[in-house]
């Protein structure tokens, strides 16, 4: 399906999947992406606390005896070759900011590695050289901040931008950080800043699911755009890539201006105001054979007859 937009924006093409449910037939759009026309810009941040060591998600020596002898791994580098090049890859310059936060010794440093592309795949990441003593993730936002300002004086056109953070344990600044989603908020409100996304992942057992949803609701209500903080949980530094994908998918933009989806029968089943992110899902009655989206000024009708319902 090819959708044409206009003001110079992409014209985007669909991939669809369908799966039969209980609640009707639940449909997945998937855009295609140009980042140079929705100007994003992207960095990725992976936890560098003393916690990340103990739990061995930097390395830690399989097999043998005692542990003594057998072949090193190192989960987070296996993790990182796959995010850091998919992320890359929506970034309009095909290079993300990556860095490891909450290190030193309170947990409040940010030791950059450097702007990554596809090489990032075969790149190494052993960890920081300090690992810290605490987790404090307001440095890691003011530092994404710092970043993005720092491309716009250099005459960087950004439009959008987004950060992928992960951490393992209890963030210890908590109250800061919902405090200075507010002042950046305002700043992208007054078009002081790009319009923003903070995807935060937790992993293993250490998580606190109760801080993450506080960063999700600390959007405030003068805010007209979408929620700044997501977030999700994974149980495994191995489970990382496959759940940053898709929280990637759910909230970089395909395109601005807005998107109605109706069934067959003219009902709306998803109305989204503002941006519409790479990847939307949605429900429609079981058997149906086409749905609309309504984009640019433009009606698009899809058939369904080919997707093999049942």
């Known amino acids: 399906m090819k959708l044409h937009r206009e003001n110079g924006l992409l014209e985007p093409y669909a991939e669809i999947h369908a799966e039969d449910t209980p609640e009707g037939l639940h449909l997945e759009l998937t855009f295609a992406l140009d980042p140079t026309i929705e100007k994003l810009a992207a960095a990725f941040y992976m936890d560098g606390s003393g916690s990340m060591q103990q739990m061995g998600a930097y390395g830690r020596t399989e097999g043998g005896f005692f542990g003594l002898f057998g072949t090193p791994r190192n989960p987070v580098q296996e993790a990182m070759r ?3 090049p998919y992320l ?3 970034d309009a310059n095909g290079q993300c900011r990556v860095a490891y936060w909450a290190t030193g010794s309170g947990g409040t440093q940010i030791e950059v590695i450097s702007e990554m592309g596809a090489t990032a795949s075969e790149a190494e990441f052993k ?5 810290g003593g605490g987790t404090n993730l307001l440095p890691a936002v003011r530092d994404f901040v710092a970043y993005i300002n720092t491309c ?4 960087e056109e950004i439009k959008a ?3 992928a953070i992960v951490t393992d344990g209890e963030i210890h600044d908590l109250e800061d950080c919902v405090a200075y989603t507010a002042t ?6 007054d078009k002081k800043f790009p319009r923003t996304n903070l995807v935060i992942v937790g992993v293993g057992k250490e998580v606190d699911e109760e801080q993450l949803e506080q960063l999700e609701e600390a959007t405030p209500a ?3 755009g979408r929620d700044i903080w997501c977030h999700a949980e994974a149980d495994s530094v191995a489970d990382l890539p496959e759940l940053v994908a898709h929280l990637l998918d759910a909230n970089i933009p395909a395109f601005w201006g807005g998107a109605k989806i109706s069934d067959a029968q003219g009902k709306t089943v998803l109305e989204l105001p503002d941006m519409v992110p790479a990847v939307i899902e949605f429900t429609v009655p079981r058997g149906s054979r086409s749905f609309t989206l309504e984009a640019g000024g433009k009606r698009f009708v899809q058939d369904l007859s080919g997707l093999g319902q049942h």
């Open 82 to 84: 796959i995010m850091v």
């Open 88 to 90: 890359a890859k929506k």
């Open 127 to 131: 960890g920081p050289r300090t690992y």
């Open 152 to 155: 716009r004086d250099a005459g």
């Open 161 to 163: 931008c987004i950060a």
């Open 184 to 189: 950046l908020a305002r700043a992208i409100e």
């Open 222 to 224: 003068f805010y007209s």
